[in-house]
């Protein structure tokens, strides 16, 4: 059964940690994984795993499902500021 708090939240809610925000918007802006690896000073399987569990937290297979969800969640922001 749905809890009444999950029936009142939008459908498209991206969360991220703060590390994974960042990789998110650098990975957005361009840059491969290895790039942003070596831009964070930190390792490639470090972003992988932070990958990995960006797109658990949000059940998405991709990274471009979670980016889909994204821009979806930034389109409601909009139609709610209009």
Excluded: T
């Amino acid at each position: 059964m749905l809890e009444a708090k999950a029936l009142d939240e939008p459908a498209a809610v991206v969360r991220l940690s703060p590390r994974g925000k960042e990789i998110f918007l650098l990975y957005m802006s361009g840059l491969s994984f290895p790039q942003i690896a070596e831009k964070l000073g930190i390792s490639l399987s470090a972003v992988r795993r932070q990958q990995e569990k960006m797109l658990w937290q949000n059940n998405c297979e991709s990274i471009l499902k979670l980016i889909a969800k994204f821009h979806a969640q930034k389109a409601e922001k909009g139609k709610n500021n209009i």
